[in-house]
């Protein structure tokens, strides 16, 4: 984004004129055919910069960055692996690849990401979970992930000695030998996320253990949750006698 701007944009001052090159920009990678999520991510800096602007810095006297919209993706994956599927990827992995295998079963029952699974140092273990330091995850905060029973025995010897590529190529074999080509090692995310819903989590909690910096990100999960609406209305306490008869 800020090679755009020095690009297309070099001489703009900051405020209406940002507004204006914003939206060329916004145009410009639509026509690039780039995805919303894309698009939304490049879109939130400018955003950032416009209201720091206006509230901290006083550059401005309108708050642009409201002006900035940024449409929900319509390319979200919905892709998530049953407990049985988890098994049977994970008995897949190919023999000599252990460390792979662990890692991938770990991306399951935690949701953390490939780069903070690979970071991973004994530190980062207490109290039975895993603690990632602000460095380590995507949002710059700190998380905290509880480690379930299985989850022990994956850990016991950190860092992992893989790379990016081992864990990749392990992965890929994994997953053609289950005849799930479509698979993402992303969708072990969501398939944590499913596993969350389905043990009775609430949304605020799957949000917090993904490190979602808001509900509208955990939202595309839902769905999830919609089976468990109806339980709520058994749950309300009953004031009509229901042997009355009305006349």
């Not at 920009?25 to 720091?52: C, D, F, H, W, Y």
């Not at 819903?197 to 605020?204: I, L, Q, R, S, Y």
């Not at 799957?206 to 990100?217: F, P, T």
Request: charged share 30%; glycine share 6%; hydrophobic share 40%.
């Amino acid at each position: 984004m800020a090679k755009w701007f020095d690009r297309e944009a070099p001489d703009v001052m900051l405020g209406q004129e940002t507004l204006n090159a914003a939206r060329r920009m916004i145009k410009e990678m639509r026509g690039a055919r780039l995805s919303q999520s894309t698009i939304n991510n490049r879109v939130q800096v400018v955003k950032r910069v416009l209201g720091l602007a206006f509230k901290e810095w006083d550059w401005i006297d309108q708050p642009l960055g409201a002006k900035l919209s940024k449409p929900a993706p319509k390319n979200e994956r919905h892709v998530y692996l049953t407990a049985d599927e988890i098994r049977e990827l994970v008995t897949a992995v190919p023999k000599g690849k252990e460390i792979e295998r662990k890692v991938i079963l770990l991306a399951c029952l935690t949701g953390l990401r490939k780069g903070e699974l690979l970071s991973l140092e004994r530190s980062n273990l207490q109290a039975g979970r895993i603690v990632l330091r602000p460095g380590q995850t995507k949002s710059g905060k700190a998380r905290v992930i509880p480690l379930p029973e299985d989850g022990h025995a994956l850990v016991e010897q950190l860092p992992f000695d893989t790379s990016e590529q081992r864990l990749r190529s392990a992965f890929e074999k994994a997953r053609a030998a289950v005849g799930r080509p479509d698979l993402r090692f992303h969708d072990l995310r969501h398939t944590y996320a499913s596993l969350l819903a389905e043990a009775g989590e609430v949304m605020t909690t799957v949000q917090a253990l993904l490190g979602h910096s808001s509900l509208v990100v955990t939202s595309r999960y839902a769905h999830m949750f919609d089976s468990r609406l109806d339980q709520v209305a058994g749950k309300l306490p009953r004031f009509c006698d229901q042997n009355a008869t009305t006349h």
